[in-house]
């Protein structure tokens, strides 16, 4: 099973508005990421968590904040967004992201976040 | 750093026709590489893989060889159908960017009955 989960499927949120977008996997997988995709260009990575600690920040501004609450969940909090934050928002997660192997990301199907 | 250069669409072709993505990468080290499919719609799916020189990687009639003296991973497939309409991405992994993929800019294929 190769399957990482995202919800909600779509999100249109206001400026003003607070909103979170859930990520889950049971792979085991112990790297969980964020990635923001834009019409027909590559995802690019915002946040990387292993073993439910931070990692990597792809100086992300504060209006997304992530949260690992354990190895099989990754949330991505969102507060205050500009319209040009609207993107599909990926997630993906891989077996660990810190002993410098090289490991396959597996993606879930990302939310549309549209941001009015 | 590390790069991956991919050839520039759209690519357009008739049905059963043969098909064949150029990607080429930049990379420090011995990276695995990848292709990813994105339907529309959808999230990023693997394709293939490759890990060391000469590997090649297979699936769905798709392939596509590891190779080092070119740095190259060209992704091929013998008879194309309407259904495999997407954006490829040719990724690696490995090098100087631990915990990171580095894709190249995709290409987008589109086959017409």
């Given at each position: 099973d190769t399957e990482v989960t995202q919800t909600p499927k779509h999100l249109v949120m206001g400026m003003t508005n607070k909103k979170s977008l859930k990520c889950e996997q049971h792979m085991g997988h112990r790297a969980m990421y964020w990635y923001k995709q834009k019409a027909k260009k590559p995802p690019e990575l915002m946040f990387v968590y292993s073993y439910e600690k931070l990692s990597i920040n792809e100086s992300v501004p504060s209006r997304f904040s992530p949260e690992c609450p354990n190895s099989s969940l990754l949330n991505l909090h969102l507060h205050?967004?500009?319209?040009?934050?609207?993107a599909l928002y990926l997630c993906a997660s891989s077996q660990?992201?810190?002993?410098?192997d090289t490991d396959t990301q597996y993606f879930g199907p990302g939310t549309r976040l549209t941001v009015l | 750093g590390d790069s991956v250069t991919q050839m520039e669409g759209p690519v357009t072709l008739s049905e059963e026709a043969f098909l064949t993505i150029n990607c080429t990468y930049t990379a420090t080290g011995y990276p695995s590489l990848f292709w990813y499919v994105q339907y529309p719609g959808e999230g990023l799916q693997l394709l293939l893989k490759a890990t060391k020189a000469d590997d090649k990687g297979s699936n769905k009639g798709f392939e596509a060889t590891y190779r080092k003296e070119t740095t190259s991973f060209h992704l091929e497939k013998g008879s194309v159908q309407v259904s495999d309409s997407a954006v490829y991405f040719c990724a690696l992994a490995g090098g100087t960017s631990y915990g990171k993929l580095t894709f190249g800019q995709g290409t987008i294929l589109t086959v017409h009955p």
């Open positions: 205050a967004l500009q319209p040009e934050d609207s660990d992201s810190s002993s410098g | -």
